[in-house]
T-cell receptor
Framework: GNSVTQMEGPVTLSEEAFLTINCTYTATGYPSLFWYVQYPGEGLQLLLKATKADDKGSNKGFEATYRKETTSFHLEKGSVQVSDSAVYFCALTSNQAGTALIFGKGTTLSVSS | NAGVMQNPRHLVRRRGQEARLRCSPM?????VYWYRQLPEEGLKFMVY????????ESGMPKERFSAEFPKEGPSILRIQQVVRGDSAAYFC????????????FGPGTRLLVL
C-alpha cells in the first residue's frame, strides 16, 4: 500500500542555517505530494504541494521537488528562522477522487537564535 | 472566508462517557475528512463524508465510533463509552469540489480521557 517515510527528529538548527527534511514515499500510480506544518497547539497548514513529477512546490522560502526516480520529496529552506520551529509532515494522496491523505510521522524542527 | 472550524478545542471525558466533536468546513466545501493524531504519531485517516453520505469509513474503528454530516449543521464525530486509548487530537479537513487533492485543516479537538 501507499506509505510515507520521513526523517526522524528532532532537528535542531541555529537561525540562518540550511534545512533539509527528507521524505520518501511508496505509491502506485502518480500521487500528489504535500508538506504540511503544525505549530504548537494548532492544526495543520498546507505549506506546499506538487502534483506531478519534476514539479517544484515553494512557499515562504521552503521548496520541495517531486522526484519520481528517487520517490522523494525532500523539504529545503536556505535560511531558517526561529518562527519556523514547528512539526513538519510529508503526505501524499492518490489522484482518485476523495482519497485521504497518508502522512509521515512528522519531523520536529527547533530553531534557536 | 472563515477556515475550517472545530469545537470544542479541548474536551475532557471520564472513561465510559460520550464525546462529541464538531467540524464546520470552509464555506463552499461539501466534503469532510476526519483524522486522528495519537501522541508522537502522524495523522491517520478515519472517515470521509459528503453531506448526508458516508463515502469511506475504512479508517474508523468498528465499535463505539460514528460520524455524520447532516444536510444542515456541522459534521459530528461521536465516540461512545470512551477509553483512555481514545485520548488524541482529532482533526477535520475539508476540500472544495474542484480541488479534491488539497485539504484544509481545522485547529483540532484535543480529547483527554481520564
Amino acid at each position: 500500500g501507499n506509505s510515507v517515510t520521513q526523517m526522524e527528529g528532532p532537528v535542531t538548527l541555529s537561525e540562518e542555517a540550511f534545512l533539509t527534511i527528507n521524505c520518501t514515499y511508496t505509491a502506485t500510480g502518480y500521487p500528489s505530494l504535500f508538506w504540511y506544518v503544525q505549530y504548537p497547539g494548532e492544526g495543520l497548514q498546507l505549506l506546499l504541494k506538487a502534483t506531478k513529477a519534476d514539479d517544484k512546490g515553494s512557499n515562504k522560502g521552503f521548496e520541495a521537488t517531486y522526484r519520481k526516480e528517487t520517490t522523494s520529496f525532500h523539504l529545503e529552506k536556505g535560511s531558517v528562522q526561529v518562527s519556523d520551529s514547528a512539526v513538519y509532515f510529508c503526505a501524499l494522496t492518490s489522484n482518485q477522487a476523495g482519497t485521504a491523505l497518508i502522512f509521515g510521522k512528522g519531523t520536529t524542527l527547533s530553531v534557536s537564535s | 472566508n472563515a477556515g475550517v472550524m472545530q469545537n470544542p478545542r479541548h474536551l475532557v471525558r471520564r472513561r465510559g462517557q460520550e464525546a462529541r466533536l464538531r467540524c464546520s468546513p470552509m464555506k463552499g466545501h461539501s466534503h469532510v475528512y476526519w483524522y486522528r493524531q495519537l501522541p508522537e504519531e502522524g495523522l491517520k485517516f478515519m472517515v470521509y463524508l459528503q453531506k448526508e453520505n458516508i463515502i469511506d469509513e475504512s479508517g474508523m474503528p468498528k465499535e463505539r465510533f460514528s460520524a455524520e454530516f447532516p444536510k444542515e449543521g456541522p459534521s459530528i464525530l461521536r465516540i461512545q463509552q470512551v477509553v483512555r486509548g481514545d485520548s488524541a487530537a482529532y482533526f477535520c479537513a475539508s476540500h472544495a469540489p474542484e480541488g479534491r487533492e488539497t485539504q484544509y485543516f481545522g485547529p483540532g479537538t484535543r480529547l483527554l480521557v481520564l
